[in-house]
């Protein structure tokens, strides 16, 4: 089959591509909320480190990593500017009706630091791990709120079966272009009004085919048992080894450390 | 799991590989992020319609964490729950009116409209000094994508894809 990639996902075979994935999306999500917590820049020495060395560890380049911030570049220079020129203080350099000040320099650097940090840090999850494995690491943290109703099988069940036919659909929109434009169709000429009409003959059998999909999927899984979520076996299991233990510990340093620092210094 | 519910699920299920392919056409991309797709919130408008708010918000909420697996934009460990699963889990309050659509997609982009207008008003705390009407920048650059969102939304439900409203067709051979 021919494999589409969605997502940012790197394939790999390094350390950290193969922790669990619940392992990766709890220490990412303790990572930034300590990028919250931390309040001075030697603090924030030790996410810096902890950054590089897990990109050192998982094979993908730091220049590769940076490269990501560049969607973001507009959202970096703007908390940059508002922080330098809003921030009142000892001035040190005066553009027009503006000051620069000296804790609006701090400050805005601080703030891109932060952001930079937590936008390479995220990164991190979604390019060495790939969206089915993340899906099953959010259903099996769900898994204990099942209890209160949240309905954690049925939502992995759908992103899987979503990932699984987005390649499908793709291909699908495809013949039905090329189908409608053996018939004449014209999809690209025209102003946008007119482009967007184009698509109505696209959308009905997209829809349609969709629907149909759907209760022939359904009638399949009916007719080889499937019954939800409950007692269901998997092939891949998700297990913790010891590198999962390390990177907790190592996020638990860090943690002390950043936090510790400010005491030191 | 009944059969009924389980068909229900995976049309979810594929009307939200629809949302996520129709994400890809970007008429227009806001600069922080948001942006005003062809019409990508429809199908999961259209199954919350079919299907109830309760199934819709699920679907939503798939469809955000989709969103946030393949393309994602963090800038603060609450902006991620707001401006993802919530944001689009809120679409499916436009299953709350049956079949008045025009209650039932402004509801629902009005749902996502809120998350995302707090999410950016958090954001504004956290990075900008204060003295910053955050709320109104808020509203407006989210506005600024979602209102013309909500107009493709409404334009491809009614002229498009309104048969699609009653459960029990577009499943037929009749389409």
Same mark, same amino acid.
């Given at each position: 089959?021919?494999?589409?990639?969605?997502?940012?996902?790197?394939?790999?075979?390094s350390?950290?591509?193969?922790?669990?994935?619940?392992?990766?999306?709890?220490?990412?999500?303790?990572?930034?909320?300590?990028?919250?917590?931390?309040?001075?820049?030697?603090?924030?020495?030790?996410?810096?480190?902890?950054?590089?060395?897990?990109?050192?560890?998982?094979?993908?380049?730091?220049?590769?990593?940076?490269?990501?911030?560049?969607?973001?570049?507009?959202?970096?220079?703007?908390?940059?500017?508002?922080?330098?020129?809003?921030i009142?203080?000892?001035?040190?350099?005066?553009?027009?009706?503006?000051?620069?000040?000296?804790?609006g320099?701090?400050?805005?650097?601080?703030?891109?630091?932060?952001?930079?940090?937590?936008?390479?840090?995220?990164?991190?999850?979604?390019?060495?791990?790939?969206?089915?494995?993340?899906?099953?690491?959010?259903?099996?943290l769900?898994?204990?709120?099942?209890?209160?109703?949240?309905?954690?099988?049925?939502?992995?069940?759908?992103?899987?079966?979503?990932?699984?036919?987005?390649?499908?659909?793709?291909?699908?929109?495809?013949?039905?272009?090329?189908?409608?434009?053996?018939?004449g169709?014209?999809?690209?000429?025209?102003?946008?009004?007119k482009?967007?009409? @184009?698509?109505?003959p696209?959308?009905?059998?997209?829809?349609?085919?969709?629907?149909?999909?759907?209760?022939?999927?359904?009638?399949?899984?009916? @007719?080889?048992?499937?019954?939800?979520g409950?007692?269901?076996?998997?092939?891949?299991?998700?297990?913790?080894?010891?590198?999962?233990?390390?990177?907790?510990?190592?996020?638990?340093?860090?943690?002390?450390?950043?936090?510790?620092?400010?005491?030191?210094? | 799991?009944?059969?009924?519910?389980?068909?229900?699920?995976?049309?979810?299920?594929?009307?939200?590989?629809?949302?996520?392919?129709?994400?890809?056409?970007?008429?227009?991309?806001?600069?922080?992020?948001?942006?005003?797709?062809?019409?990508?919130?429809?199908?999961?408008?259209?199954?919350?319609?079919?299907?109830?708010?309760?199934?819709?918000?699920l679907?939503?909420?798939?469809?955000?964490?989709?969103?946030? &697996?393949?393309?994602?934009?963090?800038?603060?460990?609450?902006? &991620?729950?707001?401006?993802?699963?919530?944001?689009?889990?809120?679409?499916?309050?436009?299953?709350?009116?049956?079949?008045?659509?025009?209650?039932?997609?402004?509801?629902?982009?009005?749902?996502?409209?809120?998350?995302?207008?707090?999410?950016?008003?958090?954001?504004?705390?956290?990075?900008?000094?204060?003295?910053?009407?955050?709320? &109104?920048?808020?509203?407006?650059?989210?506005?600024?994508?979602?209102?013309?969102?909500?107009?493709?939304?409404?334009?491809? &439900?009614?002229?498009?894809?309104?048969?699609?409203?009653?459960?029990?067709?577009?499943?037929?051979?009749?389409?």
């Amino acid at each position: 089959m021919r494999e589409i990639t969605i997502g940012q996902y790197i394939p790999g075979n390094s350390v950290i591509h193969r922790l669990d994935p619940r392992t990766k999306i709890l220490i990412t999500f303790a990572f930034m909320v300590l990028l919250f917590v931390i309040d001075d820049f030697t603090g924030y020495a030790f996410p810096a480190v902890f950054i590089i060395v897990a990109s050192l560890l998982s094979g993908i380049s730091l220049k590769y990593m940076i490269r990501g911030l560049r969607p973001l570049v507009v959202i970096i220079l703007l908390t940059f500017v508002l922080n330098l020129f809003m921030i009142k203080g000892r001035v040190i350099y005066e553009v027009g009706p503006l000051d620069i000040t000296y804790e609006g320099l701090h400050q805005g650097v601080f703030m891109v630091l932060r952001l930079v940090m937590l936008i390479v840090g995220t990164s991190l999850l979604t390019l060495t791990t790939s969206p089915i494995t993340l899906t099953d690491g959010i259903e099996s943290l769900l898994k204990p709120f099942s209890r209160v109703g949240v309905p954690a099988h049925e939502l992995a069940m759908m992103m899987t079966i979503a990932l699984r036919f987005i390649p499908t659909l793709m291909e699908e929109t495809d013949k039905i272009m090329k189908a409608q434009m053996a018939r004449g169709a014209d999809f690209s000429s025209g102003n946008i009004v007119k482009r967007a009409k @184009s698509l109505v003959p696209l959308l009905v059998p997209l829809f349609i085919s969709a629907f149909r999909r759907a209760d022939d999927l359904a009638m399949a899984m009916e @007719s080889r048992c499937y019954r939800g979520g409950e007692n269901r076996t998997r092939m891949k299991q998700l297990r913790m080894t010891y590198a999962d233990l390390v990177a907790f510990i190592a996020t638990g340093l860090l943690a002390a450390g950043s936090l510790a620092s400010r005491f030191i210094w | 799991m009944r059969r009924q519910n389980l068909s229900a699920f995976i049309e979810g299920a594929l009307m939200i590989g629809i949302a996520t392919i129709l994400s890809f056409i970007k008429v227009f991309q806001a600069p922080y992020g948001g942006s005003v797709t062809l019409g990508s919130m429809v199908p999961i408008i259209l199954y919350s319609v079919r299907h109830g708010a309760a199934k819709g918000v699920l679907a939503g909420t798939v469809y955000g964490l989709l969103q946030l &697996v393949i393309e994602p934009y963090i800038v603060h460990p609450a902006q &991620v729950i707001l401006d993802y699963p919530l944001a689009f889990g809120l679409l499916g309050l436009a299953g709350l009116f049956g079949g008045r659509i025009y209650l039932g997609i402004p509801a629902g982009i009005l749902g996502r409209f809120l998350s995302h207008l707090l999410s950016g008003v958090i954001f504004f705390a956290s990075y900008a000094p204060e003295g910053m009407n955050a709320l &109104v920048y808020s509203a407006i650059y989210n506005g600024s994508y979602l209102l013309p969102e909500l107009v493709i939304s409404l334009l491809a &439900v009614r002229f498009v894809l309104y048969r699609f409203i009653r459960k029990n067709e577009g499943s037929g051979d009749s389409g």
